[in-house]
């Protein structure tokens, strides 16, 4: 009988992320296929992506006061398990992951995977990690980027190494919703510095003036989220600018609302933009580095790219979908073409071709 092939996935959780998202749905994916899954996560969180009752799960628990000596005890745990599983494939995901795993599995005989989840030059400001990164990459033997921009970020010795694969899109989500939609604006996602909600918030304070029985409700939590309500408070928008908190149920909650707007100062590529555009809402981007909105948007004709950073840009691209309901509808449609293209085992069979 033929034994079965084993794919041990690193993380740093599988909730509360792009990156916890897309394993979750791989694993998936993986099991279906037939292959042997398990996922080593440095957090446990209350809440995680819904995964196969096949894929194994395992949390690598350390004791340390120290961050530096809890570093060096996941790489030793992570090796020991290497050991164990030694002609399995490894995949790691998020640049500190990735380092950690390198180190792990350095003159061992697993094939490693590497990916990256973001902007690759927003990752860390220190020149010294940076470096250290770019050389442990060279050790991988595959670097998944998500977006050709990313991919070109790293030495050529890297780039050798590195193929684009983008996120499939998560399976069993609602239908696309076909008539009248809320006036409710959103964003669902992690409430942090690089989404730059206030830039949306801003924009839809200026929107606010000429339609105000419309709606932007924030779905998510994170660090930034004391300060956006502060703003909220500042700009006297408590009455129309909501904050909902992570909701299990979230594309049920928006599927009939007017858009998705994501003010994000950078991104891999989306996870919440690319499950706005498959459950049909009219999606208003920023056209952030690393590239992955402008690689999934024809702006005006699957959703608008508008420039980063821009306020005014934002507020007219939410206008104009209001003002021209034919138009939206029709950016919808195309919208939802992302389904196909993006389908779980489609991305799935991608990342088969490099283990």
Partial sequence: MKKQKQIIFISNEVANGGAGRVISVLANAFVKKGYGVSIYSYHKSSETYPLDKLVKQYFLRVKY?????????????????????????????????????????????????????NDPAQQDSRKLIKHLRNILYGLADVLVCQTPEAKAYFPESVQKKAVVIPNPIKEGLPKPFNGKRKKIIVNFGRLEKQKNLP??????????????????FLYGDGSAKKSIEALIAEKKLQGCVTLHGSTPDIHTKILDCAMYVSSSDYEGLSNSMLEAMALGLPCVVTDCPCGGAKMMIRSYENGILVPVKDVQSMYEAMKYLIENPKQAAYISHNATKIRMDLAAEKIASQWEWIL
């Fill in 65 to 117: 006061k120290s961050k530096l000596l809890n570093k060096v005890d996941r790489i030793r745990q992570l090796r020991k398990e290497f050991k164990k599983n030694f002609g399995a494939t490894i995949i790691s995901f998020e640049y500190f992951v990735n380092m950690q795993t390198i180190i792990a599995g350095f003159g061992l005989k697993n094939r490693t995977i590497i990916s990256e989840r």
């Fill in 199 to 216: 830039l949306l918030i801003e924009a839809f304070a200026l929107l606010y003036k000429e339609y105000p029985d419309y709606r932007l």
